[in-house]
């Protein structure tokens, strides 16, 4: 049952979002729901923290973009640039699964420098540091409801992929791999194999929110690819709550909504998100999903007392 | 009778100092065989040798003839090696059921497709995963959390997920190591009740637990194998009991 709820929860938001928000923001919330629910794959179903997921969001949002650029149908887009992210995120976690803990976030959060400097210093492809500009659109997607309902359909699709991973007996492999990696071992699983995959399949959906992303603004901003956005992809997917499929959904319609808001009153807004993160980590592990089921629970039980009270 | 599982001059020097020395052993099928020793003697080393986690500074492990020296640990399973931990060394916030599914999946499972089934796919690994908890008396725990097993039932959990892989040789390090004497006494009955079915290579400290269940005992001090026999001849061995004493 309660399953049902969320998924309607989710439905009815899809189809007020455009009311709520302006069509870029959600636009913007969808193609980084992507990005949050297939990091908690990586981050709360396998526990592996990387701090290079934005190199996978730019790649995506690069690659698509000089496609569009150089006059390519965005069935062609799309598709290249999410097999580019693939290989490239095959490669990468190659190396990091290698090494577990520090050194594999050491490691992520390498790779990622490198590829903010290749976009960094390739200035005649990737405009350096003003980005990708002047991506055209598809002729159909010119008009910015029609982008976003393009969005939020391959949105659900990468939904129902992910929703279909974490229900089957590799997501429970994953799950053995967080709670007890050496046992996970020692039945029988290749934990590092195991944990690539964990971080390919996150990555690639990340990539392939990128080559959305970047028609949304019709370009390419070079902080797309900085290991800050890593953070912020992080810190959405902490805030909303790893421990549910969909929680990470709320922490980014939160982190959009009050990164908008507060950038208007005051300059200085990373600060407050400073310190709602420090909030978030020290008071609210499963963030906004688990505070939610809290409230519900006590909820029950108050209204519970209160049918007992009364049927007394 | 026919040996499982045979070690030939195993070693493992940490640094220069010599943690398990030269050591030869022999697992006869079906039986069960101690190693026993002091504290430090070695033991924990020589298992870790066996299924992989550390590689040996010398020396060779054959299973069933077959060189298995420095296997990596999760290609055990599959040979029909299972291996239970010293410290409980379970999936805490899973279920009793899928913390055993898991490991009898991990045996059967048959090419990398089968990892994107439904669980529904499968009705007989969840027969045998039902089997297996019965067998430990845990069936009315099926559907709880690891973590919420006290500490001689998760002692439980884990030889039942070690038991899942359907092993031929089973590896059991301490198996009683900090149970009460009530849930020891529930593991013997365990163990005893392996006995036949599997073969077993066992560390232990308890001696009436060893002297009960043991068919052959090796008694492992400084690394080296200084006695081998029945219960019987070591429980008079003169060697042995100078090594627990101190006296050498």
């Known amino acids: 049952m309660k399953k049902y709820y969320t998924y309607i929860a989710l439905l009815i938001f899809l189809i007020l979002g455009p009311f709520l928000f302006s069509h870029a923001t959600i636009s913007e919330i969808i193609v980084y729901s992507i990005v949050a629910v297939a990091t908690n794959i990586m981050l709360g179903y396998t526990g592996l923290l990387s701090f290079g997921q934005a190199m996978f969001f730019g790649t ?35 190396f990091c699964v290698k090494r577990t803990g520090l050194y594999f976030i050491c490691l992520s959060f390498a790779f990622n420098q490198m590829l903010y400097f290749i976009a960094y210093v390739w200035v005649d492809v990737t405009g350096g540091e003003d980005g990708l500009v002047a991506v055209p659109r598809p002729e159909f997607l010119t008009n910015s409801l029609s982008l976003y309902i393009f969005i939020t359909l391959i949105f659900l699709i990468c939904l129902f992929a992910l929703r279909r991973v974490v229900s089957s007996p590799l997501g429970l492999v994953f799950q053995l791999i967080r709670e007890n990696p050496s046992r ?35 370009m390419a ?65 499963g963030g906004i999903a688990e505070l939610i089921e809290n409230l519900i629970k006590k909820y029950k039980i108050f209204k519970k007392g209160l049918d007992d009270e009364k049927s007394s | 009778m026919k040996s499982l599982l045979k070690t030939e001059g195993l070693s493992k020097n940490f640094g220069g ?67 239970c931990f010293q410290i409980t060394n379970v999936f805490p916030k899973l279920t009793i059921f899928q913390n055993i599914w898991s490991a009898v999946f991990a045996k059967s499972n048959n090419g990398i497709f089968s990892f994107l089934g439904n669980f529904k796919d499968y009705p007989e690994l969840e027969n045998h995963t039902h089997k297996i908890i019965e067998d430990v008396g845990l069936s009315h725990k099926t559907y709880a959390k690891a973590e919420e097993l006290s500490h001689g039932q998760q002692r439980m959990l884990e030889v039942a997920i070690t038991l899942a892989a359907s092993p031929e040789l089973i590896l059991l390090d301490e198996p009683t190591q900090g149970l009460a004497p009530e849930a020891t006494k529930e593991m013997t009955k365990l163990i005893k009740g392996l006995s036949g079915k599997y073969t077993i290579l066992l560390i232990e400290h308890k001696m009436h637990l060893v002297m009960e269940i043991s068919d052959l005992i090796s008694v492992l001090s400084f690394g080296k194998i200084i006695d081998e026999g029945t219960p019987e001849k070591i429980k008079n061995s003169s060697i042995v009991q100078d090594a627990y004493l101190g006296r050498r």
Request: aromatic fraction near 12%.
């Open chain 2, 17 to 83: 100092l010599p943690a398990v020395s030269n050591v030869d052993l022999s697992v006869k099928l079906g039986d069960i065989h101690c190693v026993i020793g002091p504290n430090g003697a070695g033991k924990s080393t020589f298992f870790n040798l066996i299924s992989g986690e550390l590689k040996p500074s010398a020396g060779n492990v054959y299973f069933k003839g077959v060189n298995i020296t420095g296997i990596s640990p999760h290609k055990l399973p599959k040979l029909g090696i299972s291996r």
């Open chain 1, 221 to 285: 901003p070079i902080d797309q690819i900085h290991w800050l956005k890593s953070g912020d992809i992080i810190f959405m997917t902490l805030f909303g709550g790893v421990g549910h499929f969909l929680g990470p959904i709320l922490g980014v319609i939160g982190y959009i909504y009050l990164s908008d808001t507060l950038s208007i009153i005051w300059a200085r807004w990373p600060l407050l998100m400073g310190l709602l993160f420090a909030l978030v980590v020290l008071y609210f592990r």
């Open chain 1, 184 to 218: 996970a071992s020692s039945i029988g699983y290749n934990v590092k194999f195991f944990k690539m995959i964990s971080f390919v399949i996150a990555s690639t959906f990340t990539g392939l929110a990128g080559s959305l992303y970047v028609m949304i603004h019709s």
């Open chain 1, 60 to 94: 995506g949002a690069y690659i698509s973009g000089l496609i569009l650029k150089a006059g390519l149908p965005i069935f062609i887009a799309i598709p290249v640039s999410t097999i580019s992210t693939f290989i490239l995120a095959s490669i990468v976690g190659y």
